[in-house]
């Protein structure tokens, strides 16, 4: 009767932890140190702000995450929106696809004439491919500008018709800065940079002189000079007269968003290049720009461009420029990085001292059952914490810093006198900026893997300590 009513006492009386076997402890502790809630647990306890080195070690990791992915997140998203607004820049005033007559590839007649085939029948066929917006005859070239006595200004000069509706005219239209897109008579159609450096304005008239009458005017000198007879060659010299065409400014275009062609009726152009009612070549707008390389390619493919005729698109006449921009885009990525790297260093000492400081607790738990992956589980919990933390506020000072990105650049430029993103060399009056979710996404990865793998290896030293050192070592 004892004997059972001892037994009775036991089973409700408290729970004692001495009292459970050594194998229900070892389950217990082992369900206890599941990293979904000891490991976060501890991670959490040892971030706790203390007046220690501890402490101090950790702000500086979370400093160095949040510095390493704003600065990533405000250059990423500037150079993205820099290739954009570059790319429409160049299609705001370039012909998405240029068709140029090579005049040298063509076959010589008897008697010296030279076949050119008949644009006005490419432009016919070139219409009717699909994806094809607008087409127009073209006729440009190299011209020098000169007003009175000021020096005189090369400039390339471009001929279009005044009736195109979607083509190349209309597009340049939209850049008027003042005056009218007139292209009706003897007009010009001059750029605020040209306009400025001539001291010109609406209504005043400008010398022009084509290259190709410039061409001519040295071949004729240099034909006189052969001349053997002395009267011959002065003669020859005399009969030397270039006459420029005088034009009137009917219109001034922005040079930063329009480009620095001058432009001209075609009748005009065409006279002044010598053409004979024959065009240079003729433009195409599409669609789709960003297809241009596929569509060149498949009228070449089709045959419907002659032999005398070459093609060029608004990638390829800006290709150096394009791929520059990407390449300083991939530097930038590369050298970033580094930031990055100092910060999950930082990560990594933080991780070192942690272990050093708890590595009495460590033992404790290694003698009590604690598994390796486990204890590795707790020092990346707190690593993961620190990347969180430091994810977080550089998302949010980039996004500030993004913000008052043109107030930040004119404040610089008030107390240092220099501009960070000067106008004539990036060809945009704002700093511009596009936050790609891709590139957000990547940013936060690459900063919580490198903070992780930073961790692993000395909590993976820790987790290898032997208990009876860890207790002894410390006291």
């Not at 976060?40 to 949040?66: C, D, E």
């Not at 891709?438 to 993976?460: F, G, K, R, Y």
């Amino acid at each position: 009767m004892v004997a059972r009513r001892r037994k009775k006492i036991s089973a409700i009386a408290p729970f004692s932890f001495e009292a459970v076997p050594f194998r229900r402890k070892l389950r217990f502790l082992e369900r206890a140190l599941m990293p979904s809630n000891a490991s976060i647990f501890l991670a959490l306890r040892y971030l706790r702000p203390k007046r220690s080195l501890v402490s101090i070690i950790t702000l500086i990791s979370v400093l160095g995450v949040m510095l390493g992915v704003g600065v990533l997140v405000v250059v990423m998203s500037v150079f993205q929106g820099w290739q954009v607004e570059f790319k429409k820049l160049i299609l705001g005033f370039e012909p998405h696809v240029l068709l140029q007559q090579e005049t040298h590839l063509s076959d010589a007649r008897p008697g010296g004439n030279v076949a050119r085939s008949d644009w006005r029948e490419l432009i016919k066929r070139v219409q009717e491919h699909p994806g094809v917006v607008a087409a127009a005859p073209v006729a440009g070239g190299m011209a020098v500008l000169r007003k009175d006595d000021s020096d005189p200004e090369g400039v390339e000069l471009f001929g279009l018709q005044d009736s195109e509706e979607k083509g190349l005219l209309a597009k340049i239209s939209r850049h008027l800065l003042n005056g009218n897109f007139d292209l009706g008579g003897d007009h010009l159609v001059l750029t605020d940079r040209v306009a400025g450096q001539l001291g010109v304005k609406i209504g005043d008239t400008v010398a022009l002189l084509a290259s190709e009458t410039m061409r001519q005017m040295i071949r004729d000198l240099r034909a006189a000079e052969a001349e053997v007879d002395p009267d011959k060659a002065a003669a020859a010299r005399s009969e030397i007269v270039v006459l420029p065409r005088e034009l009137i400014v009917t219109g001034i275009v922005r040079a930063d968003t329009a480009g620095e062609r001058c432009y001209v009726p075609l009748d005009v152009a065409q006279d002044l290049f010598g053409l004979e009612g024959g065009v240079s070549g003729i433009s195409l707008e599409l669609d789709d720009p960003t297809q241009a390389d596929d569509f060149a390619a498949d009228l070449f493919r089709t045959l419907v461009v002659p032999h005398d005729w070459s093609l060029r698109t608004w990638s390829s006449s800006h290709g150096a420029m394009l791929q520059s921009v990407e390449n300083q885009q991939s530097l930038m990525w590369f050298l970033l990085v580094f930031i990055m790297l100092v910060a999950a260093i930082c990560v990594m000492n933080t991780t070192i001292t942690v272990t050093v400081q708890k590595r009495r607790e460590i033992g404790i738990l290694t003698a009590l059952g604690g598994r390796a992956w486990q204890i590795i589980g707790i020092f990346l919990a707190k690593a993961g914490v620190v990347a969180l933390l430091g994810i977080l506020l550089g998302l949010a000072g980039g996004g500030l810093v993004l913000r008052y990105r043109n107030d930040l650049r004119d404040f610089i430029a008030e107390r240092t006198g220099r501009d960070i993103f000067p106008q004539d060399i990036y060809f945009l009056s704002g700093i511009p900026a596009q936050v790609q979710a891709a590139d957000i996404a990547s940013i936060c990865a690459l900063a919580a893997l490198l903070c992780l793998l930073a961790a692993v290896v000395p909590a993976w030293f820790a987790a290898r300590v032997d208990p009876a050192i860890a207790l002894r070592d410390g006291g």
